[in-house]
T-cell receptor
Framework: KAGVTQTPRYLIKTRGQQVTLSCSPI?????VSWYQQTPGQGLQFLFE???????NKGNFPGRFSGRQFSNSRSEMNVSTLELGDSALYLC?????????????FGQGTRLTVV | SQKIEQNSEALNIQEGKTATLTCNYT??????LQWYRQDPGRGPVFLLL?????KEKRKERLKVTFDTTLKQSLFHITASQPADSATYLC???????????FGSGTRLSIRP
């Protein structure tokens, strides 16, 4: 079956702009999580959605937001971009029902803010 | 707040030897502990999961142990090969509804 798909793969934006990233989970998976990965900070949890509801949230400013649609596809949005937002943004999907399930990651979106 | 630490940023070992990576956590024990492999420019790939009430899990050349007394998990790769070179991430989860917290990873290099 198809894996987790993230679009776009690469993105260059200017400071102050906003960006929307998309994630299509594996069919049947209801949980989608987002992570920011930078060389200095590793994988930082942004938020998790389960059945269209935000279930968990990391310690990121309000400029970072997300949502999940009824088909489990998810989007995350970053407004008023800063240079420090340059990172690899990873989406992961899991069944999300019984817990402990492994997370399946997409290839990520490489965001560069200039 | 909960912290998860992986013992070293980088580990270099000879092909054929056993690689052992360490993951330590603070505070209370997670319900699940997972290990992932990440290659440059790609998303992490799930390897093994071990539950709180399990001591050891194996999968081919991989073995994971979970010691709730030491608050530590060890990840072993036996008969290591250059193709095992990658960054290995430890991750923990406290309940089915909680977020997954990742360690910063250990970059493993296997030299021929």
């Amino acid at each position: 079956k198809a894996g987790v798909t993230q679009t776009p793969r690469y993105l260059i934006k200017t400071r102050g702009q906003q960006v929307t990233l998309s994630c299509s989970p594996i069919s049947g998976h209801r949980s989608v999580s987002w992570y920011q990965q930078t060389p200095g900070q590793g994988l930082q949890f942004l938020f998790e959605y389960f059945s269209e509801t935000q279930r968990n949230k990391g310690n990121f400013p309000g400029r970072f937001s997300g949502r999940q649609f009824s088909n489990s596809r998810s989007e995350m949005n970053v407004s008023t971009l800063e240079l420090g937002d340059s990172a690899l943004y990873l989406c992961a999907s899991s069944l999300g029902e019984t817990g402990g399930n492994e997370a399946f990651f997409g290839q990520g979106t490489r965001l560069t803010v200039v | 707040s909960q912290k998860i630490e992986q013992n070293s940023e980088a580990l270099n070992i000879q092909e054929g030897k056993t690689a052992t990576l360490t993951c330590n956590y603070t505070n209370y024990s997670p319900a699940y502990l997972q290990w992932y492999r990440q290659d440059p420019g790609r998303g992490p790939v799930f390897l093994l999961l071990i539950r709180e009430n399990e001591k050891e899990k194996r999968k081919e050349r991989l073995k994971v142990t979970f010691d709730t007394t030491l608050k530590q998990s060890l990840f072993h790769i036996t008969a290591s090969q250059p193709a095992d070179s990658a960054t290995y991430l430890c991750a923990l989860r406290y309940s089915s509804a909680s977020k997954i917290i990742f360690g910063s990873g250990t970059r493993l290099s296997i030299r021929p």
